[in-house]
């Protein structure tokens, strides 16, 4: 969690391989190769959610070209430069989409923190429209804070409040504003923590809800029924352990993601422009055909489904769904 957010941990996944193709002392194309593979695994392992990471690695990786170790370092160093590029380019264009949903006079309220999301409320800014926010807290790790700073920079009017309050203040916002991890080929929008039940608030006020995220967080293995893995993370961000012994015997869990369905989204916000949630999957199909590689694993252990599990069913894990 020193790296968060999806598009920062894809840019420094990318950094990362840059870093090992910079600093590898392997004489032989084949070894540099295998260190290069190596370094991915290593980085593929560390968050399970955020499919930029993943998207990243598969970026460079696959433009890793040459018939010598100075060429493939090469290739590596310009394809990572070429993505943290692009990636800065698609937030501000992201942003110039967002904020056009946006009227002079409007209140977003946000979710967790999200530079996507905050690239909307800065464009809308700098266009010169007043915008005020109400930023929830986000537990148990409240980025909301980190939200409320960035929003307070842009000259934004805050105003912060915890998660349960969110319902009581729907019927003042006239939009709900979060980020995304990943998006599934059904449009699901898998997002921090009670993301779901907050789109849930927002449809029952009749408040529109839009996800912003740039294409790298498109999760091209739903496209083939595979689901995406929440991340659970460790009981004592929920309650420390003295206060959980004094409880007694209890049973903590904390899933850092959800997934709110289609249904309650109006709007995924791209830099390619907006799309209605089901139609995200015509989108998908153009970035990444029907299949995708997994260039960080060793050729021989590729196989044809990239060495993956499969369930096959198809749909997003039942512990997960609403
Ligand atoms: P950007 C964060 O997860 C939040 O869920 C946020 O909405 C999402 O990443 C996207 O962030 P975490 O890494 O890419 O804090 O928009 O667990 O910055």
Redesign the pocket.
């Known amino acids: ?1 020193e790296i ?6 894809a840019a420094a996944a990318a950094g990362a391989l840059r870093s090992q193709a910079v600093e590898s002392t392997a004489s032989e194309p084949a070894v540099f190769e295998s260190t290069m593979r190596a370094a991915g695994r290593r980085l593929h392992q560390t ?1 399970p959610t ?1 499919v ?1 990471l993943p998207n990243a690695l598969r970026f460079v990786l696959q433009r890793m070209d040459g018939e010598t170790v100075g060429a493939l370092r090469a290739s590596i160093i310009s394809a990572a430069d070429e993505f943290v590029d692009r990636l800065e380019r698609a937030q501000s264009d992201l942003g110039r989409v967002g904020a056009n949903r946006l009227r002079d006079g409007d209140c977003v309220m946000t ?7 905050l690239a909307c409320i800065e464009a809308a800014v700098k266009s010169g429209k007043e915008i005020s926010a109400v930023v929830k807290e986000t537990r148990p790790r409240n ?1 909301g804070h980190i939200t409320a700073r960035e929003l307070r920079e842009l000259g934004v009017e805050v105003t912060l409040i915890v998660d349960s309050a969110a319902r009581r203040y729907m019927r003042q916002v006239d939009h709900v504003l ?4 990943s998006i599934a080929a059904d449009g699901s929008v898998i ?2 923590i009670g993301t779901s039940g907050l789109a849930v608030n927002a449809r029952d006020r009749g408040v529109p809800i839009m996800a ?3 294409t790298i ?1 498109l999760h091209p293995d739903t496209l083939t029924g595979h689901t995406v893995e929440i991340e659970m993370r460790d009981e004592r961000e929920v309650i420390d352990p003295e206060s959980r012994n004094s409880i007694g015997d209890i049973a903590v869990k904390n899933p ?2 959800d997934v709110t369905p289609p249904r309650y989204v109006d709007a995924i916000i791209t830099e390619r422009g907006q799309f209605p949630p089901e139609s995200i999957v015509t989108l998908m199909r153009e970035l990444f055909g029907e299949s995708v590689g997994e260039p960080w694993e060793e050729p021989a252990d590729r196989g044809v489904d990239g060495g993956r599990d499969a369930d096959g069913n198809g749909a997003i894990d039942e512990e997960t769904d609403l």
């Open positions: 969690m968060r957010g999806a598009a920062t941990i968050r955020a930029s979710h967790c923190h999200s530079t996507d999301a980025q979060v980020g995304a991890d997002n921090k912003a995220a740039q967080k850092a993601f």
